[in-house]
């Protein structure tokens, strides 16, 4: 069972930047950056396949930066200019190791996640 704890949310101005990190309990090769603002639908913001790839979501492509850190079982989100549209709780997931090697779409471990308010 793998678990997911993300930190580095907050309160930003529009413009502003933050940086997010989630940290697993074990190896997970699959792994991304999700977020849900309040009445809308979860949303992939960036992921990194098992070729250690990323993809991003065209709303964030050229402010967002993912990254993966093996050694350390970490992921990290770098964010830069801030929108007030990006306010949202931010989710870590990842995938199960079978799914991952398949290239499978879906997610098995959710972090809880972490708030990022970005007030105009």
């Known amino acids: 069972q793998v678990q997911l704890v993300e930190s580095g949310g907050g309160s930003v101005q529009a413009g502003e930047s933050l940086s997010l990190s989630c940290t697993s309990s074990?190896?997970?090769?699959?792994m991304a950056w999700f977020r849900q603002a309040p009445g809308k639908e979860r949303q992939e913001v960036a992921s990194?396949?098992?070729?250690?790839?990323?993809t991003y979501e065209d709303s964030v492509k050229d402010r967002f930066s993912v990254s993966k850190d093996n050694n350390k079982m970490s992921l990290s989100l770098q964010m830069t200019s801030l929108k007030p549209e990006d306010t949202a709780m931010y989710y870590c997931a990842a995938k199960r190791p079978i799914a991952c090697q398949r290239g499978d779409s879906g997610y098995e471990y959710w972090g809880r996640g972490t708030q990022v308010t970005v007030s105009s």
């Open positions: 074990l190896f997970a090769a699959c």
């Open positions: 990194i396949n098992l070729r250690g790839t990323p």
